[in-house]
């Protein structure tokens, strides 16, 4: 299974410890894709020129992502703020808005097309502003998208006509509210839809059939990318074996992984001190 993933990434910035993390949803399906055994995984996004974007860059050859065709532009590069709570629940608390790359957008070119078409599916994120660009992806490659929390009827009808996987946070949601979730986005043409609810674990449904997932048991120390895990672990088995509970088992268990570093996967790195600033 191969795995290109476009749009977002920051730096996860821990202040008690002084460190940070390379994150962002894009970027962490990309890299966990290849730690859940996807045979290769590309990523695509715009990082600042800073000493940030370096270490952004650094992490990905190291995990072995093609950024063959990633940007580098004038400018800071994401930073997140976080905090953990008593649970190892991660708190934002901050950001600079995406750095560089929410004053830009990427602009897709004619050889990005022939990268992507090399990959079976592709991953973004509402954080990623790659909307516009959905009806002309389709064309070439099954889509995977994750809203995060942020879904109404205006963007759940914008995106959902184009995708293969919709991915959603859905804690604060009732069972029946899912349900209804779950019938407005088959609705708009997505067959597959996964609600995460935290450590109430997983529902899902495929054209109507209701899957539910419990959390795989984990010595948290934090919490910071297991939903990217699990998108990275579903779809890199699912693609696999066209399993669905094995698939959504699998997922589960890596997010149990990821709950035991620091960071999404790792990779921290000590601050300067003026990155400590918001």
């Known amino acids: 299974m191969r795995l290109i993933?476009?749009?977002?990434?920051?730096?996860?910035?821990?202040?008690?410890?002084?460190?940070?993390f390379p994150g962002g949803n894009a970027l962490n399906v990309a890299v966990l894709a290849k730690h859940s055994g996807a045979k290769q995984t590309a990523f695509i996004g715009i990082i600042g020129n800073d000493d940030v974007g370096d270490h952004i860059i650094d992490s990905l050859e190291k995990n072995e992502v093609d950024i063959s065709r990633i940007r580098r532009a004038c400018g800071e590069s994401g930073k997140a703020y976080v905090d953990l709570n008593?649970?190892?629940?991660?708190i934002f608390v901050?950001?600079?808005?995406?750095?560089?790359q929410s004053l830009l957008k990427i602009r897709l070119t004619d050889e990005d097309y022939q990268l992507i078409k090399q990959y079976d599916v592709l991953h973004?994120?509402?954080y990623s502003s790659?909307?516009?660009?959905?009806e002309t992806l389709k064309k070439s490659?099954?889509?995977?998208?994750?809203?995060s929390n942020h879904f109404?009827?205006?963007i759940l009808k914008q995106v959902c006509p184009h995708l293969t996987f919709a991915f959603l946070?859905?804690?604060?949601?009732?069972?029946?509210?899912?349900?209804?979730?779950?019938?407005?986005?088959?609705?708009?043409?997505?067959?597959?839809a996964v609600v995460t609810r935290g450590s109430s674990g997983v529902m899902m449904s495929y054209k109507g059939e209701i899957y539910e997932q419990g959390i795989v048991k984990a010595n948290v120390i934090d919490t910071l990318g297991a939903g990217d895990s699990f998108i990275a672990g579903f779809l890199t088995r699912y693609l696999e074996n066209h399993n669905i509970q094995d698939a959504l088992q699998f997922a589960a268990y890596r997010a149990s992984l990821t709950c035991e570093v620091n960071g999404a996967f790792g990779f921290g790195k000590k601050l300067d001190s003026k990155l400590l600033s918001k």
């Open 130 to 134: 790659l909307e516009n660009e959905l």
């Open 169 to 192: 946070s859905g804690s604060h949601l009732t069972e029946i509210e899912i349900k209804e979730l779950f019938q407005e986005i088959h609705s708009l043409g997505t067959p597959y």
């Open 86 to 90: 008593e649970d190892g629940d991660r």
């Open 94 to 100: 901050g950001s600079n808005k995406g750095g560089i």
């Open 124 to 126: 973004t994120s509402i």
């Open 5 to 20: 993933a476009i749009g977002d990434n920051v730096v996860d910035i821990y202040k008690e410890r002084n460190e940070m």
């Open 152 to 154: 109404d009827h205006e």
């Open 141 to 147: 490659i099954q889509l995977s998208f994750d809203f």
